[in-house]
């Protein structure tokens, strides 16, 4: 079944979105059929890539909106607002 | 025998053969391809499963910093848009090597635009990761491998092939490229290995199995030295070696002199590698931790701050010393809006500023230290004071700081406070701030420089200073009289020159490089308090 979710969550890692917390934020994307997306001010990423997920230069306290669909967008939802929320390191 | 210069990276010295590692010609990002779509693609596919095993291997032994950066470049060569983005270019003509060099460098090109410097930084890993697979497929993967002792020579270096290389057969490091600060810096000091940067034409003036001297502390490399000077080196390097293994057992035992007076050899620092050298060289705590080096790329928040003080302190396990911002106009900050003066060491800097500005400067940086004296033993130390009023408005400040953080919950305990003795003036009148401070600690360059009224960084006057004239000692002894506790942090306290005569005027703590904890507990433990007090009399009297 297709759904689409989303939440506006504030970043919780001390670095932001910076090469470690980017990297393990898009493997567990990557685990998850559904297609995920990150949305910060006008900036759009693809969020199972790297590359456009450190272009957003995310900060700690800044919110980004996290919208996910697809089969599994409900359990990718859960986790990955979990991730954001929390240290990533 | 031929010397080339370079800039100083990271020191020591070194005596070896050289290999040479020359880079792969540059692709032509017009390059067509000459399969067709599909094959190509099938190419380009193939080349990054291979350059993403190879990187989980260099991965599988790597740790800390370079860990992290290794485990990035592994998902930005696995990323799903870099890819189709260089399917795209495939399906138009482009060859597989040329589509995905074109990719990266405009990836490369967006984070290198972002504000935010680390992220900018990242821009040459996404380069490199495009190079790994472009090495893929031409089938010239250059691994670098050292299969015996050697001097690496190249254009530039990568965090990821200095990972693979065996730290025991790498003797030094030089570049053709690079700065005192950039990556490949800080990897070889990590590493404890010379290096020297920035020479330019290395790889034309050196051969593979050539025999050269790498200097790390001079900037020099010195070609098919006579043997004179290989003797020479190779004398010099079994005396580190010794000189190595006979400090290593004042590494875990306290400063003491001969009579066993305890006097604390802590270490001076910038940054969170200078504090686990510091650990690592046995420092007894921090004494002077710089923290206008955190503002470089511009002003730290608070939150910024707190992390790093914490994460500091949480490493030591010992006192930490926290200097707050010495900026002024000889120093700029990005972003900070200070006037270039005619005189900056006269000017608006050090506290001076911090007190005009409080709101930008002083109360963030006041907050984050309160905040991480929590759980932690950290001090505040002000940089240049000249009165007592000076700290008045500073406690006030810091009072204010403190109510904010116990209104929200936090019970504080006393945060001992101390003061730069710079200025003259502080120092003849060091028995004014008694019941204001807990410590004060002597930045001798800057009381050398106003003593004498000599600019340290002009040639013509600079030799006419004398750090250990009578001027200076006076002042020393003036301080050390006020029975408020004084550290030493300037150049003179690793000085053995002037160690017997710092501690026998009566100062308890000396705050050195990290390098040089080990030997200045070594030469501390040569003498006695009595000793060392009679060259201070002796000096006091005569010069």
Redesign the interface.
């Known amino acids: 079944m297709e759904t689409t979710v989303e939440r506006t969550v504030t970043l919780g890692s001390?670095?932001?979105l910076?090469?470690?917390p980017?990297?393990i934020f898009?493997?567990h994307a990557k685990s998850y059929q559904s297609q995920i997306t990150l949305v910060k001010d006008e900036k759009t990423a693809?969020g199972?890539?790297?590359?456009?997920v450190?272009?957003l230069?995310a900060?700690?306290?800044d919110r980004v909106l996290l919208k996910i669909s697809g089969s599994d967008a409900e359990t990718a939802l859960n986790k990955l607002v979990r991730l954001l929320e929390g240290d990533l390191g | 025998m031929k010397l080339l210069r370079g800039i100083p990276a990271s020191p020591g010295l070194a005596l070896g053969p050289a290999l040479t590692v020359r880079s792969a010609p540059p692709v032509d990002p017009n390059e067509q391809r000459e399969a067709d779509a599909p094959a190509e693609t099938a190419r380009l596919e193939q080349a990054i499963k291979q350059a993403i095993a190879l990187l989980e291997r260099l991965k599988s032994t790597a740790s800390g910093p370079l860990a992290e950066i290794l485990a990035a470049q592994r998902e930005m060569l696995d990323d799903p848009e870099m890819k189709q983005g260089a399917i795209e270019l495939i399906a138009g003509g482009s060859s597989a090597a040329a589509a995905i060099t074109q990719v990266a460098n405009s990836y490369a090109g967006e984070l290198a635009r972002l504000d935010d410097p680390y992220l900018a930084a990242r821009s040459e890993d996404v380069r490199e990761a495009g190079r790994r697979i472009v090495a893929e497929l031409r089938g010239s993967r250059q691994t670098i491998t050292l299969d015996q002792p050697g001097i690496l020579v190249a254009r530039d270096l990568s965090p990821a092939e200095l990972a693979g290389l065996d730290p025991r057969f790498l003797l030094a490091i030089v570049s053709e490229t690079g700065s005192a600060s950039g990556h490949l810096a800080i990897v070889a000091q990590g590493l404890d290995i010379p290096a020297v940067v920035g020479v330019a034409g290395a790889l034309d003036e050196i051969e593979t199995q050539q025999t050269l001297i790498v200097d790390g502390e001079r900037g020099t490399i010195t070609l098919d030295p006579g043997e004179a000077e290989r003797a020479r080196v190779e004398q010099r390097l079994r005396e580190v070696e010794n000189g190595r293994r006979a400090l290593e057992v004042y590494r875990d035992r306290p400063g003491l002199t001969a009579d066993n007076v305890w006097i604390e050899v802590f270490a001076n620092i910038g940054s969170l590698a200078e504090a686990r050298k510091a650990v690592e060289m046995g420092a007894e705590g921090v004494g002077l931790f710089r923290t206008e080096l955190l503002a470089s790329q511009g002003l730290p928040s608070e939150e910024v701050q707190y992390q790093v003080y914490e994460e500091i302190a949480s490493l030591l396990r010992s006192p930490l010393i926290v200097r707050t911002f010495d900026i002024g106009g000889d120093k700029p900050v990005p972003g900070l809006d200070i006037p270039a003066e005619a005189n900056p060491f006269l000017g608006w800097r050090g506290l001076r500023l911090s007190l005009d500005r409080p709101e930008e400067l002083f109360l963030p940086q006041i907050r984050a230290l309160l905040r991480a004296s929590l759980a932690h033993d950290v001090r505040i130390l002000l940089p240049m004071v000249s009165t007592p009023e000076e700290v008045e408005a500073a406690l006030a400040l810091i009072d204010r700081a403190r109510r904010d953080l116990e209104s929200a919950g936090h019970s504080l305990r006393h945060v001992p406070l101390g003061i730069m003795v710079e200025t003259p003036a502080a120092a003849l009148t060091l028995d004014r701030f008694t019941g204001l401070i807990d410590f004060a600690s002597i930045g001798t360059n800057d009381l050398v420089q106003y003593t004498y009224a000599v600019d340290r960084t002009n040639p013509r006057v600079r030799e006419r200073a004398r750090p250990l004239g009578i001027a200076v000692l006076r002042l020393i002894d003036a301080a050390c009289r006020t029975g408020i506790p004084i550290a030493v942090c300037g150049q003179l306290a690793a000085d053995p020159a002037a160690i017997p005569l710092l501690v026998g005027l009566g100062v308890r703590e000396l705050s050195v490089p990290p390098a040089r904890v080990s030997s200045v507990k070594q030469f501390l433990s040569t003498m006695t308090l009595a000793e060392m007090q009679q060259r201070a009399r002796e000096a006091l009297e005569r010069s």
């Open positions: 001390k670095s932001g910076h090469a470690r980017a990297a898009v493997q693809n199972k890539s790297i590359l456009s450190l272009a230069g900060e700690q306290g």
